[in-house]
């Protein structure tokens, strides 16, 4: 006798099911728990994923219509005139003149020549990806974006791959790690790595990201560096912000994350996601650093990563994104 429902049937009810598991599980006001998301990522991994180019198109015009990243991701010579009052992201009642000075620094119009680009792969720091050998997969992508300045270099570039072409900056990490550039020397041989990525700050976010920001861009100037430094629109990381809040992440501010993963559905066909995990373990219960180079932790409650994490997990049961969870096939 053949049972009712043969395995792959009740696999498909049960992977249609999970939006609304998830659903259920973020709306829920008690604090959720790590262990039942980690049991629904677990549900979703044993789904098959496949793209879904009318989603991707649906989402990736949504997107366009609010923030369009190709125009407006960036500050350019095209979207910002000498003479702009620019108004700060956070501090939106504060303003800078952009004068010649800074007009200068600005690339003449977006700088992606091969837009749109095929396959891009979005690299998070998380610490899911020590041992997971997923380097030589992530090197064979068209795009490669990364976030503030991690290492990419030695042993770790067969979990992580060495492969940038954009990689993020958190003044933060100019001021903290770098003593305002104090450390000129080692900050250069730090970014050596990437080749010649572009590099992206907000340095319009909050007015003490400027100067920062702009000693970032004066001192590759000087010592004629390979890589090329870009600016954060402010207004674009506000309508990205508001953009995301209806779809209820109400964070102080959003991750840059889920800032350069939205840029990418923006300028690729294809998006993958990996060492994104903000959990203390896998789903196999092994504990898993914060990141892949160190534990150290985010401010609490600055940025909302479970609220974040389950927008890509819709995005991935979507179609729109895959996320890689663990270890890469080798």
Known sequence: KTPAHPPSLQLTEKCKNLQSDLNSLSNRTKRQKEDDYLQIITDIQNC???????????????????????????VSQNNTPVGTNMSYEVESKRTIPIGENIFHMLPASQPFVEYPYNQCAVVGNGGILNNSLCGTEIDKFDFVFRCNIPP??????????????????????????????????????????????????????????????????HTLRESKARQKVLFFHPKYLKQLGLFWRTKGVDAYRLSTGLMIASVAVEMCE?????????????????????????????????????????????????????????????
């Open 48 to 74: 098959p994923w496949k793209r879904q180019a009318e989603e991707y198109e649906n989402f990736r015009a949504k997107l366009t219509s609010c923030c369009d990243a190709i125009q407006n991701f960036v």
């Open 152 to 217: 990419t270099n030695g042993n770790v570039s067969q979990d992580v791959g060495s492969k940038t072409n954009l990689v993020t900056i958190n003044p933060s990490i100019i001021m903290l790690k770098y003593q305002n550039l104090k450390k000129k020397a080692e900050f250069l041989q730090d970014i050596a790595t990437y080749g010649d990525a572009f590099l992206l700050l907000p340095a319009f976010s909050y007015r003490a990201n400027t100067g920062p920001s702009l000693k970032v861009y």
């Open 270 to 330: 294809n998006v993958k996601l990996y060492g994104f995990w903000p959990f203390s373990k896998t789903v196999e219960n092994t504990p898993v650093s914060h990141h892949y180079y160190d534990n150290k932790l985010p401010k609490r409650g600055f940025h909302k990563m479970p609220k974040e994490y389950s927008q890509f997990l819709h995005l991935h049961m979507k179609g729109i994104i895959k996320l890689q969870f663990g270890k890469c096939e080798t």
